[in-house]
Every structure is written in structure tokens, then in C-alpha cells.
């Protein structure tokens, strides 16, 4: 192999993606966020005329952490006239509704993670002469080239008359800044760096790019995660190490799941929590309800392996009465095995509905907003989109999506870097642990090495379906684990790619394989 300089590489990477363009020092102010500022003194006016106050999220972990962070931050501020409505995905479906206005006896509606398509709502408050305050961070909707929104006060950084310094921020973080803006108009004394704890799930859980104002936003989050006194944080650090891959494999989706299957107010009482001990409890059945959720979207995924529409662009999967709680992560999958934005969608009564996942650049809402004319609804962002439309529609509406799939011209390069395994050092492992946290906008440096030798396997796991394996190579070796795989490797010549990692046992550096193919003599 040619000499190469991977320490060379690699920091030209990273220079390349402007990670740490904003810290804690010079974040915006909230005032910068359009509409925000205006938005404060309604509330601050409310608050302090005690009127009602209704805050309506979402059930997924933005949206209950951006109600999590409204309900700590008006508590700590002595106020408690309010209520947090988070929508059950089965009876009320996504986000605020007119039933909901109707339900809820309140002044003043703050939307936390939705509302930008809430057009019959924001007509039925100004009827009602209800304030509504809409803060969302998914696209507008575009006809003819215009921008169309709800008759209502919206702070979303995604609308044109916003120029907030970064576009792609979770709802929570919108929640958050608004937060700080009705502190600045109280002249209260709170502390808000205590709720960022929230901040740091909401920015991976929703696959934020880990770069400028969310990646000082996270690295603060991960911290205060590590130090809270709220219960549900400590039952979360005493069982994982909190770093962005657990935080975006393992609790976020343990968190999610309740929403998807059951109802998401279970993980909004997980964090309501002050004792440790129920907070366990909760969170013990959160994990079985997650444990549900895979078996349901494993039997999901091979039935919509099995039945697919492909296209250049897109993939459609679609299957009768299929549980709509893990469509999303099925159509993640599937994006995945086939490498081409997928969308997996369920029929019923007539209707097909579900969503979509961006692979290879696709920016999916804007490639959906060119086939609107066939959707009953749809909303989202670049990587993911939910809609849903009349099955008779459907083969029209993916020869015009995948004919207008639109490109963002931002992807990243994803191509490995070939290494020997004698490069692959505790320096090599101390660099790229110093440009973590890892995410969207900062994918952790994929490597490549070929002809490695098998030299022993341990089988792991439950049902010993992983494997650790010794690779060797000119007189080198290192160790590196393979999930997911029980095929026999042992004595084989491979081509493996991979991401290097620390093994928590030794402190060594560790490979964590992507791809294994035994090499052909």
C-alpha cells in the first residue's frame, strides 16, 4: 500500500466540516430567532396576569423534551397555571388539532415541535380569541414558490423571515431559546443550563447536525447529563455510559418506542419523576415496551422486504394494517439495506400512510413538496417525511418523486480511508476521540484494510449471534466486533471496513466492523 499520512487526512477532514464555529461564549441571543421576542412578552403578559397556558408537543423525544423543558423552566419560575399535552399517536394523531383547543380550556397555546401546518387551528383560535404561539422547526409549506403559514405568532428558523444563524435545530432547542426569552422579559433568576440535559437527547434523537450552535449546545447537554439531580437522568447514567452513540442507539429509542406503540405521556412522567426508585421503575417499562417494539418492526421489515416498488431514486414498501408506530424505523432500514432513500407506508381503509428516510443526499421534503397534488398530508424535513395519500394515487406519486428527487449539494464524501493495522494506535485513537461528539454533519471517519487473517473468534452475546474476532496482518493484529453475524470466519482471508473505537475493557484502540468479505483465493 502507498505511504500515506492519515493524521494528515484526517485533519483535513475535519477542518473541512467548521465544527466549532460557534461556543457557549457567543451562541445568538434568543431576540435573534424571528418572532421570539414577541412571543416573550405575550407569555411574560400572561404569566404575570396569570392567564391559562397549554403547551402542546409532540411524542416523540424532541417533542417531549421541548415539553419537559417548558414545564421545568415554568415551575423553577413559581408559575402553575399551566398544562403540557403531549397527543397520543393513535387517538389524536401528530400534533396540535382543533379537538385539542376544544379539550383544553387555556388563554394562551405555545406548539413545541409542531404546529407549522396547523392552519384550521390557528383560524379556530382567532375565532375563539385564543393566543397561539407556534414553535416548530419542520419546513414550511411552499405552493407555487410561496411560502404558506398559519395565521398565528411562529418562531421556526425555517421560515424566510427568520435569519437565525443555523437552520437545522430541534424543536426542544426552539423551546429552550424561548425560555430564555421570557426569563430576559421577567428578569428572572433561572438557570437554564440545567435543562440542556434535554438539549443533548432532543439534538441526536431528531439527527441534528453536530456542528456550530448544536454541537456547543450538546457538548453542554452531555455534561449536565452527567451531573443532574433530576431522578430519570441518574436512573439513564447509572446504566450507560452517556456519549452521542448511546444517546442515539440505545435511549433515544427506548424513549421513542412508548409514543410509537403505547402512549408518550409514560416517558414525560419517567422525567417528572423525584424519586430514583419510581423513575427506574418507568423507565423498566420503557425498555419492555421497546423490546415489543423491535419484534414488531423486525416482522415489519421482512414483510416489506418482500414486498417493494424501486425506483432510480426511492424504494416503497407498503403492506395492509401494518402498526404505524414503527414505520419510520422500518423505512430506516430499508434505506439501509438497499442504500436509496425509502419510504414504508400501511393501508388501511383506502388510505396509505407512513414514512420516509433520506439516503445518499436526497432532501426528501423538498423532493415531496413537487407531488403534493397527490398527498392527503405531509410534513418533515430533509432526512424524513411523514405523509400519507389514496392508494389509487400511488403510482403516480412515485414516477413524480422519483423523477424530482432533489440533491443536496452539502453531502459529505463518505469514502473509507484505507489504513494498515500497524497505523492503528492509541495516537490514532486519542486524534479522533478529540473531534468527538460524533452525529449528522459529523460522521465518524469510516477506514478500510484488506486482506487481514482471521486469526480466532469468540462468539458473544445472548445467543451468541456477535463475534469478536483478531484480525493479523504483517505481523500486526488488533481486535474488532462484529454484530449481527454468526458466520464462520475463522483461518479466512477478509476486506473489512470499520470505525475505530476504544475498547472500555483495555483502553486499546478497537475496530468496530461495518462490512466483512471473505476474500477470494
Known sequence: MQEINIFEIIFNIFKERNLDTINLSNIPQPETLFGLKEASKIIKDGIVDNKKIAVVGDYDVDGISASCIMEYFFKEIGFDNFTIKIPNRFNDGYGINTNIIKEI??????????????????????????????????????????????????????????????????????????????????????????????????????????????????????????????????????????????????????????????????????????????????????????????????????KAKNNIKKGENILIAFGKDWHEGVLGIVASRLADEFNISSFCLSLQNGILKGSGRSRNGVNLIASVQFCKDYLLCFGGHSG???????????????????????????????????????????????????????????????????????????????????????????????????????????????DITFFIQRDRMTSNAQLLINNLNIVNN
Open 105 to 302: 380550556d387555556a388563554d394562551i397555546f405555545i406548539t413545541v415541535d409542531n404546529g407549522i401546518s396547523a392552519f384550521e387551528v390557528a383560524n379556530l383560535c382567532k375565532e375563539m380569541d385564543k393566543i397561539l404561539i407556534i414553535t416548530d422547526h419542520h419546513k414550511p409549506l411552499i405552493v407555487d414558490n410561496d411560502e404558506v403559514l398559519p395565521n398565528a405568532l411562529i418562531i421556526n428558523p425555517n421560515q424566510k423571515a427568520c435569519n437565525f444563524l443555523q437552520k437545522e435545530i430541534c424543536g426542544a432547542l426552539i423551546a429552550w431559546y424561548l425560555c430564555a426569552g421570557i426569563k430576559k422579559e421577567l428578569n428572572a433568576n433561572v438557570n437554564l443550563s440545567k435543562l440542556s440535559c434535554f438539549l443533548a437527547l432532543a439534538i441526536i434523537a431528531d439527527m441534528m447536525p453536530l456542528v456550530s450552535i448544536n454541537r456547543a449546545i450538546f457538548k453542554l447537554g452531555l455534561k449536565e447529563i452527567k451531573h443532574s439531580n433530576i431522578a430519570a437522568f441518574k436512573v439513564i447514567r447509572n446504566r450507560y455510559n452517556i456519549n452521542s452513540q448511546n444517546i442515539g442507539f440505545v435511549i433515544a429509542p427506548i424513549l421513542n418506542s412508548v409514543g410509537r406503540l403505547r402512549d408518550a405521556n409514560l416517558a414525560l412522567d419517567f422525567f417528572r419523576q423525584k424519586d430514583e426508585n419510581k423513575a427506574n421503575e418507568i423507565f423498566e417499562n420503557l425498555i419492555n415496551i421497546n423490546n415489543e417494539r423491535k419484534n414488531i418492526q423486525n416482522d415489519i421489515f421482512l
Open 384 to 494: 424524513a417525511v411523514g405523509l400519507s395519500l389514496e392508494s389509487k394515487n400511488l403510482e403516480l406519486f412515485m414516477q413524480k418523486l422519483d423523477k424530482n428527487c432533489i440533491i443536496d449539494s452539502t453531502i459529505e464524501d463518505n469514502t473509507s480511508i484505507e489504513i494498515d493495522l500497524g497505523s492503528i494506535d492509541l495516537d490514532l485513537l486519542q486524534l479522533l476521540e478529540s473531534y468527538e461528539p460524533y452525529g449528522m454533519a459529523n460522521e465518524q471517519i469510516e477506514f478500510c484494510s484488506s486482506n487481514l487473517k482471521v486469526e480466532s473468534v469468540q462468539k458473544i452475546g445472548k445467543n451468541k449471534e456477535h463475534q469478536i474476532l483478531r484480525f493479523s496482518q504483517n505481523g500486526d493484529s488488533i481486535s474488532g466486533i462484529l454484530f449481527n453475524n454468526t458466520n464462520d470466519f475463522l483461518d479466512k482471508l477478509v
